[in-house]
């Protein structure tokens, strides 16, 4: 197999065509609807995953919020390219060693899901044939390119789909590799060095779908399959794998079609509705108290390919049925899987009669309230199936929770492509390829290296810090006097623990907050195992750290307090301390800590009980 990636990481400017403010806001000022179909490119050709996206016919309504414009309405022209998302590109361009175009054309790419106002996106290519060296291989960059986001889906309904214009436009930065990843883990190597890169210019959007990334995949033999959008490295490795297995799979479908001299289907639907009006459960049951029409139809040469194989959880029936639901239908039955769904043998056996089916013959049903959209999908399904004959369609799918993907659209192509005529081309000269050198920070590599000789930290710790995006402020909080390993563990581990619940956070917990808690830790305010206590009261709110452990309950312990509790728990376990001796020094230090936890460090614990233990060890037992 191979594998290319492509990540689009936010940039933290203002968005890239207007000068409005890179906002997200649950405040809506007002909506408008549009329908969108599909154009030619620069050839005049229509690109088949716009003429797929058309064919939908969706009505689309906007949101409107406080940080969008008339430009992202697409009421009037685009401003200028954002002079520091230019200056961004250039910057990480120049890290991966790339060559800078000429001049910078920004081109349209039709898209016509509803996800621009426009029924097209802005991109620019900025840089080409760069490199990036992952775990000692070298692997190629294609492409860098500036894009503006997409508006964000907040609803769909029958026949239409809402989007909130907050995010669209907020500059997007694209570095595509060439497909020369070898393997899942490989792949998501590579995309966490190219996080860390984009990271090290602090010039990046933090935070839950502000980095994506496009996996591009083929099995030998197969086609590229582009998974769209996936937000969590860890999934990067299943979804390789999931793909190529999916690719495998299908490719052994073909080859038993071809064996079996199977053809392709007709698409002709047979209405069979007086075959299944008593069925009420199931694909084919009523829906909101509407009859629907059921058809039928042919797969010749199909029986028996489109349930799994044993071992497997992919099936030709599924791809059959993403098909239904792009159309909107909630799926389709398959004869692979009858008798079920409250359909029984006898049923099963009428279809095969009416539809005139051969021993190796399949069939699938599928029910609509409109007989032409069933027609519609019936084609497409057939489509699909004939395709499965030739062997791996190419397509777009979209990644699901469980490491699995569907069918999103056709794979999309140059045909999409044509220039922008609003925006005059970019002159890149040497001045500006100087600036971006200047501003250059660190490739991880070395800023990698470099942390652990100056720091004497493990490397699994560095390239954790490297891999988030904090070494600067670890630096910065180690050079004013904080212990390495403890500031390099709070921004690890703490911070992104804290900063992950949006449900309990309403604060950032800035550099300086950071501080103010390792110095009050440090004065014996409360113990490190305090922290992630105090900096979450901080980030709920609490005016300073003092309040902040006072919320906690790590405030206000004395020595003499803290003296009285350790000799209670002993005095309190004395027998046990006499039966056992040392050994009981572990049930009693769970004891302790239970009620000292963050208002003492654990060493200065288990000194204190290990004296309290040998006093009472050296006194007569009552």
């Not at 009859?291 to 029986?303: D, E, H, I, S």
């Not at 000292?596 to 288990?606: K, L």
Request: glycine residues 8%; aromatic residues 4%.
């Amino acid at each position: 197999m191979k594998a290319g990636l492509e990540v689009h990481q936010q940039l933290r400017t203002g968005k890239l065509f207007c000068r409005c403010p890179c906002e997200f806001s649950e405040t809506v000022t007002g909506t408008f609807v549009r329908r969108l179909i599909a154009a030619g490119g620069e050839d005049r050709s229509i690109d088949p995953a716009a003429r797929f996206q058309a064919s939908r016919d969706l009505l689309f309504r906007y949101e409107v919020t406080p940080s969008s414009c008339l430009v992202e309405a697409d009421e009037e022209p685009p401003r200028p390219l954002d002079p520091e998302a230019l200056e961004t590109a250039l910057i990480v361009s120049r890290m991966l060693g790339a060559r800078v175009v000429d001049e910078i054309e920004v081109m349209r790419k039709i898209v016509v899901d509803g996800s621009n106002t426009s029924g097209f996106q802005r991109t620019a290519l900025i840089a080409v044939d760069g490199a990036l060296e992952v775990d000692g291989r070298r692997i190629p960059i294609d492409s860098i390119s500036l894009e503006e986001d997409a508006a964000r889906k907040t609803a769909e309904a029958p026949g239409e789909v809402t989007y909130r214009l907050d995010r669209l436009g907020i500059p997007l930065l694209e570095i595509a590799t060439a497909p020369q990843i070898t393997s899942g883990r490989e792949a998501r190597a590579v995309a966490e060095e190219i996080g860390a890169l984009l990271r090290a210019t602090d010039r990046v959007r933090r935070g839950i779908g502000s980095i994506r990334e496009d996996l591009n995949v083929s099995a030998e033999g197969g086609r590229r399959i582009e998974i769209k959008g996936v937000q969590e490295l860890r999934w990067i490795e299943q979804y390789v794998e999931t793909e190529v297995e999916r690719q495998q799979l299908l490719l052994g479908i073909r080859d038993t079609l071809r064996s079996r001299g199977a053809t392709a289907p007709s698409g002709a639907a047979a209405v069979l509705t007086d075959l299944f009006e008593s069925v009420m459960e199931g694909p084919l049951a009523p829906r909101g108290g509407r009859a629907r029409l059921v058809f039928g139809m042919a797969l010749p040469g199909f029986g028996g390919l489109l349930k799994s194989p044993p071992g497997s959880s992919e099936r030709l029936g599924r791809e059959l049925a993403d098909h239904a639901r792009a159309f909107g239908l909630a799926g389709i039955l398959h004869s692979d899987e009858l008798p079920g769904y409250g359909i029984d043998r006898d049923r099963v056996t009428q279809v095969r009669s009416r539809l005139k089916l051969a021993p190796d013959d399949a069939f699938v049903l599928l029910a609509d309230t409109s007989e032409a959209r069933a027609r519609a999908v019936a084609q497409s399904i057939a489509q699909r199936a004939a395709q499965a004959i030739e062997g791996i369609p190419g397509e777009t799918r979209d990644p699901l929770p469980e490491g699995r993907t569907r069918y999103s659209r056709p794979i999309p192509g140059r045909h999409r492509m044509y220039p922008e005529t609003d925006i005059p081309p970019i002159p890149i000269d040497v001045a500006d390829l100087a600036r971006a050198d200047a501003l250059r920070p660190e490739r991880p590599s070395e800023l990698r290296g470099r942390l652990a000789r100056e720091y004497g930290l493990p490397n699994d710790l560095v390239r954790q810090l490297v891999a988030a995006g904090e070494a600067s402020r670890f630096e910065l909080l180690a050079k004013r006097g904080h212990t390495a390993t403890l500031v390099a563990r709070l921004l690890t581990q703490d911070v992104p623990s804290i900063e992950g619940d949006p449900a309990s956070t309403t604060v950032e917990v800035t550099t300086d907050a950071l501080d103010a808690v390792l110095r009050a830790s440090e004065r014996g305010t409360f113990a490190k195992e305090g922290i992630p206590a105090v900096l979450r009261e901080l980030a709920l709110g609490a005016r300073d750290v003092a309040t902040a452990a006072e919320r906690a309950g790590l405030s206000g312990l004395s020595d003499d307090e803290f003296e009285g509790i350790v000799r209670e728990v002993v005095e309190r376990n004395r027998a046990l301390v006499h039966e056992r001796g040392t050994e009981a020094f572990q049930p009693l230090m769970g004891d302790v800590m239970k009620v000292v936890r963050g208002r003492r460090d654990g060493q200065e614990v288990a000194q204190r009980l290990r004296r309290a233990i040998e006093r009472a060890r050296s006194e007569p037992s009552a």
